[in-house]
């Protein structure tokens, strides 16, 4: 039962540091990206009870609906968002992750309706989406 605070913690963690960079320079790094994969792989294969291929699963279904999106957006989506989704999919699941992919978009059409934005940083939504999912355990 510990591994689930573990992985919880090192998402939580993971996703700030990712807000913070992205509302600084809106530019989500690859080699960060697969540092945050690498990560879960670790804790899941270290600490996690389930099959590691229902979190490979999730990860490649969210990252194929995020990629569809971003292509009907025309760009909408960056190749970091996407990647961070994806990686969040496997952290903890497709559910989850679909949750906070909704919640974040409100956030996200939320802000830009309010401050007339073109292009924002998307990971400070997704984090805070996260929170907000974990708060009410959506």
């Given at each position: 039962m510990?591994?689930?605070?573990?992985?919880?913690?090192?998402v939580?963690?993971?996703?700030?540091i990712?807000?913070?960079?992205?509302?600084r320079?809106?530019?989500?790094?690859?080699?960060?990206?697969l540092?945050a994969?690498?990560?879960?792989?670790?804790?899941?294969?270290?600490?996690?009870?389930g099959?590691?291929?229902?979190?490979?699963?999730?990860?490649?279904?969210?990252?194929?609906?995020?990629?569809?999106?971003?292509?009907i957006s025309?760009?909408?989506?960056?190749?970091?968002?996407?990647?961070l989704?994806?990686w969040?999919?496997f952290?903890?699941?497709l559910?989850p992750?679909?949750?906070?992919?909704l919640?974040s978009?409100?956030?996200?059409?939320t802000?830009?309706?309010i401050?007339?934005r073109?292009?924002i940083?998307?990971?400070?939504?997704?984090?805070?989406s996260?929170?907000?999912?974990e708060?009410?355990k959506?």
């Amino acid at each position: 039962m510990m591994w689930i605070y573990i992985q919880l913690s090192y998402v939580v963690v993971v996703l700030l540091i990712f807000a913070i960079r992205d509302i600084r320079t809106q530019i989500l790094p690859d080699r960060w990206i697969l540092a945050a994969f690498a990560g879960s792989l670790v804790i899941r294969v270290i600490y996690s009870p389930g099959s590691i291929f229902n979190y490979i699963g999730a990860a490649l279904c969210v990252g194929g609906i995020i990629i569809i999106i971003a292509l009907i957006s025309n760009g909408g989506i960056g190749g970091g968002d996407v990647k961070l989704l994806t990686w969040l999919g496997f952290s903890v699941g497709l559910y989850p992750t679909l949750m906070v992919l909704l919640i974040s978009c409100v956030f996200g059409l939320t802000y830009v309706a309010i401050w007339k934005r073109g292009t924002i940083p998307f990971a400070p939504f997704v984090f805070l989406s996260f929170m907000v999912c974990e708060i009410v355990k959506i």
